[in-house]
């Protein structure tokens, strides 16, 4: 009996083991150089908005580093994070906003919690961020959890995909208000997120953000350069 028990504890460990494996391969890639890739994504329900996610890997310092662009190529956050055993680490957050003048003001958040995507097999966890604006004091706190594997269609393409439930507080704490809203995040082998379903409840439509490309660096520059 004490035999059959290790056999099945063995086993368990090995399936939880490449649950891991496969999980962690689910987010953005990393190869054995630094390496840059744009992610655009395009509004399923209006082609007009467009997002850049310029996402560097650096394998020397397992750090990942995000800059976020407009359809109009500006830049509105920066999203750093540390790849560790067990997951991705949120490090440095900043927003940016438009100041009296019309000049982009970058807005540095204080990091609170780090957990950002983790491989390890917790099914919750969280970040947070507080930061100042002209508009006053903010919290912010993204909840994740895994909803599972779902096969989600893009483009034409279907892709199996981990699935998560992603919930957003954000709270102005000198006025006293409160705004949540919830989305639902897929992610794909060797790609990282290649969509979201989003809800705002001031928005009457669901964001639907796909993946429809991924562009080099000297792409996303000439494309800029073309505006």
């Known amino acids: 009996m004490k035999r059959q028990i290790s056999i099945f504890l063995i ?32 509004d399923k329900n209006d082609s007009t908005k467009i997002e850049y996610w310029k996402v560097t890997s650096i394998p020397e310092t397992k750090e990942l580093k995000t800059v976020s662009y407009d359809s109009e190529f500006k830049i509105y956050n920066t999203f750093d994070e540390r790849i560790t ?10 927003d ?7 000049e982009r003001k970058q807005i540095e958040a204080k990091v609170i919690d780090k957990d950002v995507y983790k491989w390890n ?10 930061y100042v ?13 895994e909803s599972g594997i779902e096969n989600v269609t893009v483009n034409g393409t279907e892709y199996r995909a981990i699935k998560f439930r992603d919930d957003y507080i954000i ?8 705004q949540r809203f919830y989305q639902d995040a897929f992610y ?16 009457h439509e669901m964001i639907e953000l796909e993946l429809v490309e991924i562009l080099t660096e000297s792409q996303f520059e000439k494309i800029k350069g073309s505006r």
């Open 11 to 42: 086993l368990i460990s090995s399936l939880s083991g490449k649950a891991q494996d496969n999980l962690r391969d689910f987010y953005y890639p990393f190869s054995n150089k630094t390496e840059t890739k744009i992610y655009k994504y395009v």
């Open 96 to 102: 940016f906003e438009v100041n009296d003048k019309g």
């Open 171 to 178: 709270t102005a704490l000198d006025r006293d208000v409160e």
């Open 85 to 94: 055993d067990y997951g991705a680490e949120l490090t440095a957050y900043c």
């Open 188 to 203: 794909v082998k060797d790609i990282g997120m290649i969509k979201y379903k989003r809800k705002i409840p001031v928005q």
């Open 133 to 145: 604006n002209k508009y006053g004091r903010f919290d912010f706190i993204k909840k994740r959890a």
């Open 121 to 130: 097999g917790d099914k919750e966890y969280k970040y947070s961020v507080k």
